[in-house]
């Protein structure tokens, strides 16, 4: 169980276009989603939490109008890297959470963007 | 500010051997404490976790110690295996920051046949 996908697991496109990641959880409702960024050899970096059906709560310093996040559904969550460019190069990944006493998070396979 | 810290940053040991992983902690609102562990180019996935009421949790060959008084906890893999080599992360989530999860930096483990 706790199942996350995530779609595409990667993709390139030119600079200047817009790039829609999608997040699922196959096997449970959840609550809350989030999105992080990873950089090589890093640790993941919080770029935002979404709950279904309301706005996303972003981390200090992330643009809103850049990375654009919908939750229309609790086993759906999207994320739209708009206008990419490619400082925006790397990986993408989503991870929910059913809400249970300590409310684990399950993560999914992860996205790796490049930006031409 | 970080607030989990984690170490070492790096770790090689031999098949068989003991791998062992720290974290420490500042907030004392954290109440649940997953590892996680990362291979390269995929998602990090929930390997064990721990409360706070309990000072350590065994599975398998996974086993995390918790001291609360000190505010550590660290992650021991026995007999360690090649497949066991990746990236391992600590990880705190507060309730008060909407079950947000704090990481460490990362440990990347190397086991050596």
């Known amino acids: 169980g706790a199942v996350v996908s995530q779609h595409p697991s990667r993709v390139i496109c030119k600079s200047g276009t817009s790039v829609k990641i999608e997040c699922r959880s196959l096997d449970f409702q959840a609550t809350t989603m989030f999105w992080y960024r990873q950089f090589p050899k890093q640790s993941l970096m919080l770029m935002a939490t979404s709950n279904e059906g309301s706005k996303a709560t972003y981390e200090q310093g992330v643009e809103k109008d850049k990375f654009l996040i919908n939750h229309a559904s609790l086993t759906l969550s999207t994320l739209t890297v708009t206008s990419a460019h490619p400082e925006d190069s790397s990986f993408y990944i989503c991870s929910a959470s059913s809400g249970g006493a300590y409310n684990e998070q399950f993560f999914g396979p992860g996205t790796r963007l490049t930006v031409l | 500010q970080q607030q989990v810290k984690q170490s070492p940053q790096s770790l090689i040991v031999q098949k068989g051997g003991i791998s062992i992983i720290n974290c420490a902690y500042e907030n004392t609102a954290f109440d649940y404490f997953p590892w996680y562990q990362q291979f390269p180019g995929k998602g990090p996935a929930l390997l064990i976790a721990?409360?706070?009421?309990?000072s350590e949790k065994k599975e398998g060959r996974f086993t995390i110690s918790f001291n609360k008084s000190a505010k550590q906890f660290s992650l021991h893999i026995m007999d360690s295996q090649p497949g066991d080599s990746a990236t391992y992360f600590c990880?705190?989530?507060?309730?008060?920051?909407?079950?947000?999860?704090?990481f460490g930096g990362g440990t990347r483990v190397l086991v050596k046949p």
């Open positions: 990880a705190a989530p507060s309730k008060a920051a909407g079950n947000k999860l704090t």
């Open positions: 721990i409360r706070p009421d309990v």
